[in-house]
């Protein structure tokens, strides 16, 4: 593989100062040889000028967070990354290359998830060029590689966990972004590496059902919900009329037999689980009629 290094470029301005120097001395022996009728110097002060403007082709302009590739009749020479106005080889062809922060959105795929449930995903990756050499002799374009790998990895990522569950412990799209995210990052990050771009962030900007089964997949998720949060309601009502008996029986307040705690519990279960709120019966007997 290809390496970065970095090329140490002269400083541009010296070297067009002294150039553009030079073009007027050029200019001036051309017209004194052409009053003396010599030829030598005539021809030695326009090959001066021709040479000072050649050299000035030399010239470039790095931006900041910005690099020029250079290379000679094929070879890499190097990469200059020093911001400013620098002087290189003429012959040498240089390429731009940003280094920025950039942002690229996939589009939105569609993918089958951990379970076989067709889905809709996309997501946003913050990437930047970290190797130039890599990037413009590993890859044919860097910009597309991005992209296709970016997609690959998405797909990946999707067919390796459920859309949605409500068992915490199993890890899910739509429950454990953050994990997600983590887990996408490095995916994207493992297939660009030889590309020399680094992945910054990876998120999932667009997580739904595909059209055909969303009706569908809509119900049963509100089934799968509403019989979790049954299980939570029956949990913590049981906690509860456990924790009325235990009191009533540490401080003496009533004495109740097995049939009248089945009563009881019976009658705190349905006043916490129920739908709706209940009405009571104000009893003006014993606890026995």
Not at 65 to 90: H, I, S
Not at 251 to 263: F, H, N, P, S, Y
């Amino acid at each position: 593989m290809i390496r970065e290094r970095e090329y140490a470029a002269l400083p541009g301005l010296p070297v067009a100062l002294g150039l553009l120097a030079l073009v007027p001395l050029g200019v001036f022996g051309i017209i004194t040889g052409a009053r003396a009728e010599s030829l030598p110097l005539t021809i030695g002060a326009a090959l001066g000028v021709a040479l000072c403007i050649f050299l000035l082709t030399g010239l470039i302009v790095v931006n900041p967070n910005e690099a020029k590739v250079l290379q000679f009749f094929g070879r890499y020479a190097g990469t200059v990354k020093q911001a400013g106005l620098r002087w290189a080889n003429p012959l040498y062809t240089k390429k731009r290359i940003s280094q920025r922060i950039r942002n690229f959105e996939s589009a939105h795929l569609k993918v089958n998830d951990n379970e076989g449930n067709p889905i809709e995903i996309a997501a946003v990756v913050v990437w930047r060029v970290v190797d130039t050499a890599e990037a413009v002799f590993e890859v044919d374009d860097y910009n597309n590689y991005v992209k296709v790998q970016t997609e690959a990895a998405l797909r990946n990522l999707a067919t390796s966990y459920t859309y949605d569950t409500h068992d915490e412990a199993q890890m899910s799209l739509r429950g454990h972004t953050a994990a997600v995210a983590e887990h996408l990052k490095k995916e994207i990050q493992d297939r660009l590496t030889r590309a020399g771009v680094e992945a910054m962030e990876a998120r999932i900007s667009h997580l739904a059902y595909a059209q055909e089964i969303a009706h569908a997949m809509l119900q049963r998720q509100q089934a799968g919900a509403i019989i979790a949060a049954r299980q939570r309601i029956v949990e913590g009502a049981v906690g509860m009329v456990e924790m009325a008996l235990d009191m009533l029986s540490q401080r003496g307040i009533v004495t109740l037999d097995d049939e009248r705690k089945a009563a009881m519990v019976s009658n705190l279960l349905v006043v916490l689980c129920g739908d709706k709120s209940t009405q009571p019966v104000i009893n003006t007997g014993t606890i026995y009629q």
